[in-house]
């Protein structure tokens, strides 16, 4: 068995109010989650985000300050094979919120 490592980034700007599931790692992947930086992009709104990884809330309804950036981990957090990491939004999103995640994906292969 082999083991890949790649450094990745996922980013999306979301402008409604939403659940999406942002990574999904196979069964043969791992991912560790070194940052997750959310930023309000309006200037008078204060929309709520609250992160699942497999349907545990990690953040339950944080709200984000309007104009403003926030780091959201202090520790990494592992996303095992298999389970599903997601966002949910709620209230005025329509200005934006982007949301950035930069992560290791260890994928495992089986060789024969």
Known sequence: MSIQNQYLFYGKTITSAETFTMLSPAVNETVLIKSIRVSNLSGSNKPLIT??????????????????????????????????????????????????????????????
């Open 51 to 112: 992160l699942k990884d497999n349907n545990i809330a990690l953040f339950n309804a944080q709200e984000l300050a309007h104009n403003a950036s926030l780091e959201l981990l202090t520790q990494p957090l592992i996303v095992e094979g298999g389970t599903t990491f997601t966002y949910t939004t709620s209230g005025t999103v329509s200005a934006g919120v982007a949301i950035g995640i930069s992560y290791l994906n260890i994928k495992k292969e089986v060789t024969t």
